[in-house]
């Protein structure tokens, strides 16, 4: 039947149209529609009923209305055609809507039965069809191209990742234009990600009662637009979907869609097998996530070691490797991971060990300029189940344990010898004495006691200095200070070591407080090394110098070789730098002098000239009993560099 429609009703019904090409917002298009129909219709009241799964709800009005325009409303449904109804004074008419052939609800207009009329009303109940009809182009997708769409929700290895893309397929799949996932947490649900959605209206349709049956149905469920929550979020307008979200018989979330119209039961098949496979999608989010964080803590603890470690993978890639070891190997780090460790570590039994089939510890000298000694040990890095994943390499730095056996195979090596020179001699002239002593001269007797007299003295020496090595290892020793006068203790010194010991003094009197027997015990040992590398004389001087005293040692002898120098005043050390000590001694007695002097707050150094001689000296500060510093403090200066 032709209509012939004025200008205002065809501007209104173009103005629907136009919104439903351009996407114009679903509850405002189908007011338009229905306040056109009021319009064209010369109606007072409109009422658009929608039709889900046989319940009508409400899904636009003018305002409120007569129980004739609902009557009207039911009836077109009912009818499948225009319904008329009457009562108290008031007419009223409805179309049914209908998307394809099926009646999805009814356009009704009530007002004055005289004035009405149908003849527009068809036009805006198709137009409001088009409204609920609309939803992303969906042609007939291929099971390739389902199977493609599905699997790119577990394209990333990301949460985030999946959920964003679950719903731009379930948009794709269902023309789903919105939806929302919540994921379990602790013994709550939080919605981690929403789309086509007010925040503010889902924030407060979570406050309803039947917000939570919305989410925790354990299979698939379908809610019409009158359901209260799904009216509050999408205007009563879509059909929501809710799709429970499960991985290895724990539940993870639930999936809400909004879409057009109610699924069918392929859809539903099909919504099913996607709810599932977004769960595994979570599911190895999580795992991934997981693992990641456990590589992080692992990498943590082995980057916090300060022994070197790496760790590579079944194939010999670096896979870890902590600053301790790039240092060590010179490796750059991050920029090294995924490479191969063959070639990188500079030690071919390293490598042998690190890339062989059997596992073990070795000891290599690594690093340059000056080696270190470290036992390396390989061990598998196994699976849960047993399978090997790599292999990883720690290093002990055992320097200074080789150091302290070094130290005691010398130490054990020097008094051996040490003891055995005197006791000899002990030894012979007891003998002699024992043997011999009625028939022998009264010289003999004499040289035979200063002999054993000698070797007793020589032998207390070396036990003193055991004692005082002793005791600065194992701790700073109180100083017994007093104000010493260190010109008269240089010329005591000197009555001592004989005549080729000289003394050179200012004319002041030099007094400091220091510990009189420790300095006299550095003095006696400075001269007696003196005396022992040269034939000539050797010369005592103290000196005035500012705030502190310094005290040399000059002889005439060979010299000492620059090199040797710096390693002088280390235990075990011979003066000529080698261990076959030509001249005898045990290599402690500049040690004891160096940790004396420091005891002190001193220092000592060597100056020498090969073919010239050599000057020995240290220095001491220069107070006196009665200093602020010396006062109540027997060991103001007890504490030793480095303790």
Same mark, same amino acid.
């Given at each position: 039947?032709?209509?012939?429609?004025?200008?205002?009703?065809?501007?209104?019904?173009?103005?629907?149209?136009?919104?439903?090409?351009?996407?114009?917002?679903?509850?405002?298009?189908?007011?338009?529609?229905?306040?056109?129909?009021?319009?064209?219709?010369?109606?007072?009241?409109?009422?658009?009923?929608?039709?889900?799964?046989?319940?009508?709800?409400?899904?636009?009005?003018?305002?409120?209305?007569?129980?004739?325009?609902?009557?009207?409303?039911?009836?077109?449904?009912?009818?499948?055609?225009?319904?008329?109804?009457?009562?108290?004074?008031?007419?009223?008419?409805?179309?049914?809507?209908?998307?394809?052939?099926?009646?999805?609800?009814?356009?009704?207009?009530?007002?004055?039965?005289?004035?009405?009329? !149908?003849?527009?009303?068809?036009?805006?109940?198709?137009?409001?069809?088009? $409204?609920?009809?609309?939803?992303?182009?969906?042609?007939?997708?291929?099971?390739?191209?389902?199977?493609?769409?599905?699997?790119? $929700?577990?394209?990333?290895?990301?949460?985030?990742?999946?959920?964003?893309?679950?719903?731009?397929?379930?948009?794709?799949?269902?023309?789903?234009?919105?939806?929302?996932?919540?994921?379990?947490?602790? %013994?709550?649900?939080?919605?981690?990600?929403?789309?086509?959605?007010?925040?503010?209206?889902?924030?407060?349709?979570?406050?309803?009662?039947?917000?939570?049956?919305? &989410?925790?149905?354990?299979?698939?469920?379908?809610? !019409?637009?009158? +359901?209260?929550?799904?009216?509050?979020?999408?205007?009563?307008?879509?059909?929501? $979907?809710?799709?429970?979200?499960?991985?290895?018989?724990?539940?993870?979330?639930?999936?809400?869609?909004?879409?057009?119209?109610?699924?069918?039961?392929?859809?539903?098949?099909?919504?099913?097998?996607?709810?599932? +496979?977004?769960?595994?999608?979570?599911?190895?989010?999580?795992?991934? @996530?997981?693992?990641?964080?456990?590589?992080?803590?692992?990498?943590?603890?082995?980057?916090?070691?300060?022994?070197?470690?790496?760790?590579? *993978?079944?194939?010999?890639?670096?896979?870890?490797?902590?600053?301790?070891?790039?240092?060590?190997?010179?490796?750059?780090?991050?920029?090294?991971?995924?490479?191969?460790?063959?070639?990188?570590?500079?030690? %071919?039994?390293?490598?042998?060990?690190?890339?062989?089939?059997?596992?073990?510890?070795?000891?290599?000298?690594?690093? %340059?300029?000056?080696?270190?000694?470290?036992?390396?040990?390989?061990?598998?890095?196994?699976?849960?189940?047993?399978?090997?994943?790599?292999?990883?390499?720690?290093?002990?730095?055992?320097?200074?344990?080789?150091?302290? *056996?070094?130290?005691?195979?010398?130490?054990?090596?020097?008094?051996? +010898?040490?003891?055995?020179?005197?006791?000899?001699?002990?030894?012979?002239?007891?003998?002699?004495?024992?043997?011999?002593?009625?028939?022998?001269?009264?010289?003999?007797?004499?040289?035979?006691?200063?002999?054993?007299?000698?070797?007793? $003295?020589?032998?207390?020496?070396?036990?003193?200095?055991?004692?005082?090595?002793?005791?600065?290892?194992?701790?700073?020793?109180?100083?017994? &200070?007093?104000?010493? *006068?260190?010109?008269?203790?240089?010329?005591?010194?000197?009555?001592?070591?004989? %005549?080729?010991?000289?003394?050179?003094?200012?004319?002041?009197?030099?007094?400091?407080?220091?510990?009189?027997?420790?300095?006299?015990?550095?003095?006696?040992?400075?001269?007696?090394?003196? &005396?022992?590398?040269?034939?000539?004389?050797?010369?005592?001087?103290?000196? *005035?110098?500012?705030?502190?005293?310094?005290?040399?040692?000059?002889?005439?002898?060979?010299?000492?070789?620059?090199?040797?120098?710096?390693?002088?005043?280390?235990?075990?050390?011979?003066?000529?730098?080698?261990?076959?000590?030509?001249?005898?001694?045990?290599?402690?007695?500049?040690?004891?002098?160096?940790?004396?002097?420091?005891?002190?707050?001193?220092?000592?150094?060597?100056?020498? @000239?090969?073919?010239?001689?050599?000057?020995?000296?240290?220095?001491?500060?220069?107070?006196? +009993?009665?200093?602020?510093?010396?006062?109540?403090?027997?060991?103001?200066?007890?504490?030793?560099?480095?303790?």
């Amino acid at each position: 039947m032709a209509v012939e429609a004025s200008s205002e009703s065809t501007e209104q019904l173009q103005r629907v149209l136009r919104g439903v090409v351009s996407g114009a917002d679903t509850a405002k298009l189908l007011h338009d529609a229905l306040r056109g129909a009021v319009a064209t219709t010369k109606g007072r009241q409109g009422l658009l009923l929608g039709l889900v799964d046989g319940a009508t709800t409400p899904l636009a009005a003018t305002g409120p209305v007569g129980r004739v325009v609902l009557d009207a409303a039911e009836g077109a449904i009912s009818s499948g055609r225009l319904a008329r109804r009457s009562g108290e004074g008031a007419s009223a008419m409805a179309e049914p809507v209908r998307v394809g052939t099926t009646i999805v609800g009814a356009l009704a207009v009530g007002g004055d039965g005289r004035r009405v009329d !149908p003849g527009m009303l068809s036009l805006f109940a198709d137009a409001a069809s088009l $409204v609920l009809s609309r939803r992303p182009p969906s042609a007939a997708m291929s099971a390739p191209e389902v199977l493609e769409a599905v699997a790119s $929700v577990s394209a990333g290895v990301e949460r985030a990742q999946v959920l964003v893309r679950q719903l731009d397929v379930a948009e794709k799949l269902f023309g789903a234009r919105a939806g929302f996932v919540a994921l379990v947490e602790g %013994e709550g649900m939080r919605v981690a990600q929403a789309r086509g959605i007010d925040v503010e209206r889902l924030r407060g349709a979570s406050r309803h009662p039947e917000f939570k049956a919305l &989410l925790t149905a354990p299979s698939l469920r379908v809610d !019409p637009p009158s +359901h209260p929550v799904v009216a509050q979020l999408v205007d009563g307008v879509e059909t929501a $979907v809710g799709l429970p979200l499960f991985a290895d018989g724990r539940r993870l979330g639930h999936l809400v869609l909004f879409v057009a119209q109610a699924p069918d039961a392929t859809e539903r098949a099909l919504l099913t097998s996607f709810s599932t +496979h977004v769960a595994l999608a979570l599911r190895s989010a999580d795992l991934y @996530r997981r693992l990641g964080d456990k590589e992080e803590q692992l990498a943590s603890v082995v980057h916090s070691m300060a022994n070197p470690v790496l760790v590579v *993978d079944d194939a010999s890639r670096l896979v870890i490797v902590n600053g301790a070891a790039s240092e060590l190997f010179r490796l750059a780090g991050t920029f090294e991971l995924g490479q191969p460790v063959a070639g990188k570590l500079g030690s %071919e039994s390293l490598e042998a060990l690190l890339l062989g089939e059997s596992d073990g510890d070795i000891e290599v000298s690594l690093g %340059e300029p000056a080696p270190r000694v470290y036992r390396a040990a390989v061990r598998p890095v196994r699976s849960s189940q047993g399978g090997r994943l790599g292999r990883v390499l720690v290093l002990d730095d055992l320097t200074k344990e080789r150091e302290a *056996d070094q130290i005691k195979a010398d130490f054990v090596a020097v008094i051996g +010898h040490e003891l055995r020179t005197p006791l000899t001699v002990l030894k012979g002239f007891v003998q002699t004495l024992t043997k011999r002593w009625t028939t022998m001269s009264d010289d003999a007797v004499e040289t035979a006691l200063r002999s054993i007299d000698s070797s007793a $003295v020589r032998l207390e020496r070396l036990l003193e200095d055991l004692l005082v090595v002793s005791s600065v290892e194992s701790r700073a020793p109180a100083l017994s &200070l007093e104000d010493v *006068d260190l010109g008269r203790l240089a010329r005591t010194t000197a009555e001592v070591a004989g %005549e080729r010991v000289q003394v050179r003094l200012s004319r002041k009197a030099v007094v400091a407080a220091v510990d009189r027997t420790k300095v006299e015990q550095v003095l006696l040992h400075l001269v007696d090394n003196a &005396l022992k590398y040269t034939e000539g004389q050797v010369e005592i001087t103290v000196a *005035d110098e500012d705030d502190r005293v310094v005290v040399s040692v000059v002889d005439e002898g060979p010299g000492i070789f620059s090199g040797d120098v710096p390693q002088l005043f280390e235990r075990f050390r011979q003066l000529d730098g080698s261990s076959t000590r030509p001249a005898g001694g045990t290599g402690l007695g500049l040690y004891i002098c160096r940790r004396l002097v420091e005891l002190h707050g001193g220092r000592i150094w060597c100056d020498s @000239r090969l073919g010239v001689g050599s000057r020995f000296a240290f220095s001491l500060p220069k107070l006196t +009993h009665d200093s602020p510093l010396t006062q109540g403090s027997p060991t103001a200066f007890g504490q030793l560099p480095g303790q």
